[in-house]
């Protein structure tokens, strides 16, 4: 699984990438933690999630919906003003029903060198995307041809 392209769509291998942060490693910045945490989306790995989560907002119980593939994702913005830090991203999902666009401008604060993840402003909608445009889940092809 290490030589495998990184979910969060860095363009580097997981092993490079995310895999560190899932390992132990703190993160550099709110965006490299966003990144970690869709990777943890992706990849099913609840208790990472759940780590990088700060204690004030984190849910009792966590879990994922395994019918619910993280396929895409988009950083908007990304910003940091010493302990505190904003991302602003899209991160598609593809279930049974289709595809979901999740919008969120997310807050993340660091406390004893790393950062967590507090809480967002959300809005989701549902894509539906032509038959003659790319597949939403990455793999290069038409719509049509894929995942339609």
């Not at 945490?37 to 119980?61: Q, V």
């Amino acid at each position: 699984m290490t030589s495998m392209p990184c979910p969060c769509q860095s363009g580097k291998e997981y092993s490079q990438c995310c895999q560190p942060l899932h390992d132990g490693q703190p993160a550099t910045s709110p965006e490299a933690l966003m990144r970690s945490r869709f990777s943890a989306f992706a990849l099913g790995k609840a208790d990472y999630i759940e780590r990088s989560w700060h204690r004030s907002t984190r849910p009792e119980n966590l879990s994922l919906d395994e019918q619910e593939r993280w396929v895409g994702l988009t950083i908007l913005a990304a910003s940091q003003d010493g302990d505190q830090g904003k991302v602003h991203f899209q991160a598609v999902s593809q279930d049974h029903q289709g595809f979901t666009l999740l919008e969120e401008v997310s807050n993340f604060i660091r406390e004893e060198g790393h950062w967590f993840y507090v809480d967002g402003e959300t809005s989701v909608s549902v894509l539906k995307p032509g038959r003659n445009d790319p597949c939403l889940c990455g793999s290069g092809k038409k719509f049509k041809k894929c995942c339609s």
